[in-house]
């Protein structure tokens, strides 16, 4: 079983401030994704990394994927109210079919 | 054009019913999910449908659960004598095809309650 444990679980921050989401996991991936979830809907596909070391960036949110594809890290500068939600990072296997894991996840409140 | 669509959006239930879950995927998209997220945490993979046959059912912790789809559209999960375990927000997903770096589009799920 592949497992995609998520640090912090909890996060509370001021607006402004920065902060940094981390998704570990023992088992390489051949690409991770990261979903934003807002209460009361389902979660929404922020991006998709598929290369070791590789970097996006969506506006004020920066993306990592690990050297080894084993991990990866979400860093938000200057967090706004906006960006409250849970978000969950999910890694796809590589080799044959095999389901997407999702992670354990990580609760964000930016507090105005 | 419309996303996915879950009904009913909540349901409250006596211990030992039996409840049935419905999805509307988007149309044309051949793979369809169901997972279970309890108090807002990671999600619980249950079933993965690629039309009408369903090639991964690992994830279902009983046979008091079980799903079908039809017509390779809509999907019913069903969980029969309900337990107070079985609380939980039911998120149904598509995607155009199956597992992969496919972006799955998440409904906004049923919110299960067993009293």
């Known amino acids: 079983t592949q497992l995609l444990e998520q640090s912090p679980q909890f996060l509370s921050i001021q607006e402004g401030e920065n902060l940094t989401v981390y998704c570990n996991s023992s088992s390489v991936f051949s690409s991770l994704q990261w979903y934003r979830q807002e209460p009361g809907e389902g979660p929404v596909l922020l991006v998709t990394?598929?290369?070791?070391?590789e970097v996006k960036k969506l506006k004020r949110l920066t993306f990592q994927f690990g050297d080894a594809r084993k991990d990866s890290s979400l860093h938000i500068t200057a967090a706004q109210p906006g960006d409250t939600g849970l978000y969950l990072c999910a890694g796809v296997p590589s080799g044959g079919y095999q389901k997407v894991t999702f992670g354990t996840g990580t609760k964000l409140q930016v507090i105005p | 054009g419309a996303g996915v669509s879950q009904s009913p959006s909540n349901k409250v239930t006596e211990k030992g019913k039996d409840v049935e879950l419905r999805c509307d995927p988007i149309?044309?998209?051949?793979?369809l999910y169901w997972y279970r997220q309890s108090l807002g945490q990671g999600l619980e993979f249950l079933i993965y449908?690629?039309?009408?046959?369903?090639?991964?059912k690992s994830g279902l912790p009983s046979d008091r659960f079980s799903a079908e789809r039809t017509g390779g559209s809509v999907s019913t999960l069903t969980i029969q004598r309900t337990q107070q375990e079985d609380s939980a927000v039911y998120l149904c997903?598509?995607?155009?095809?199956?597992?992969?770096?496919?972006?799955?589009?998440f409904g906004p799920g049923t919110r299960l309650t067993v009293l």
């Open positions: 997903a598509s995607s155009p095809r199956g597992w992969g770096a496919n972006e799955q589009f």
């Open positions: 990394v598929v290369t070791g070391g």
């Open positions: 449908f690629q039309g009408n046959s369903a090639p991964d």
């Open positions: 149309s044309g998209h051949t793979a």
